[in-house]
């Protein structure tokens, strides 16, 4: 009888454990579906050597480190979209030494509430800035120091409407929107310095207009473009003299784990420096995609485009 008891106890015991580990598992399949993460590492390499080359030419060598995430939450009329981009890159030429090529920390979020079809009443936050130090002359440590972490530091922090009708396209309108340029170097803490007022002002505060833009298209197969695009007015100090950016990323896919990225960024910021920026990177190396599997385009509930 004592063993009837004691083995009706382990099974009950594991019957009641299997039921709580199906409701959980039920619980976070239901809640895991409304989230949709796609994120890529990657790591690129290029490289030169001569030897007795009549040409001409310099041994170097330089890598780029990149992480570019896309979290999302889609349920109902809620939409929060989370964006993390990292990039650092260097490269090491003969008879110059080592100098900085890419240097990116973009983060940003952003939470809307549908009001109709494809447009979302929206309110959300950014920060821009780099890793480390930068110089005047190619980042040449001995040339002048114009920049570093959080030196500029840009915080934007605004609401407004955001236009998102697929996973290709996201254009978000803030008319209000409070802009912050952070300087915490302070041997960069002087007057017309990114906007600054007055030496040792470590901040600038802006009022205006944001709108931001994302565009990806796939040209053929294993090649998209992806497309971005700001621009923001001041409207409390020269609203006419726009901040716009745009960047370019090339992507060409050799297999699941080789590919080569071509990337352009043009710039232009009063408060910086009065002349159009330009920067261009090529390069080929090794990237990992993490996918959960979840396309907002496959889940039924959020299908409200298509015709029943």
Sequence with gaps: MKKLLLILTLYLG?????????????????????????????????????????????????????????????KDKDLWEN????????????????????????????????????????????????FTVGYEDGNNPEAKKI?????PGYLNVGMGITYRPNDNINVTLRPSN???????DEDLQTAGTYGLKA??????????????????VKLMENVNITNTASVFSNYLDHPERLVLAYGLILNLKVNKFISSNITVDLMYDHNQIKKTQ???????????????????SDRKDSQWWIKK
């Design 14 to 74: 594991i019957f009641v454990n299997s039921q709580v580990i199906l409701d959980t598992a039920s619980i976070k399949t239901d809640t895991v579906k409304h989230w949709s993460v796609l994120g890529k590492q990657s790591l690129m390499i290029n490289q030169a050597a001569f030897s007795n080359w009549v040409g001409g030419g310099a041994n170097n060598v330089g890598w780029l480190l990149g992480a570019d995430y896309n979290i999302t939450y889609e």
């Design 83 to 130: 964006i993390i981009l990292l990039n650092y890159g260097q490269n090491d030429t003969q008879g110059i030494g080592v100098r900085k090529t890419q240097d990116v920390i973009n983060v940003s979020t952003n939470y809307g509430r549908r009001v109709s079809k494809s447009w979302y009443l929206s309110v959300g936050a950014g920060v821009i800035s780099q």
């Design 147 to 151: 920049s570093n972490f959080m030196a």
């Design 178 to 184: 409070a802009r912050w340029t952070f300087v915490f």
């Design 199 to 216: 030496d040792g002002d470590n901040s600038l505060l802006q009022y205006g207009f944001l709108g931001t833009a994302y565009y990806k």
């Design 278 to 296: 330009l920067k261009q990177t090529l390069g080929v190396g090794f990237a990992y995609t993490l996918d959960n599997g979840v396309k907002r």
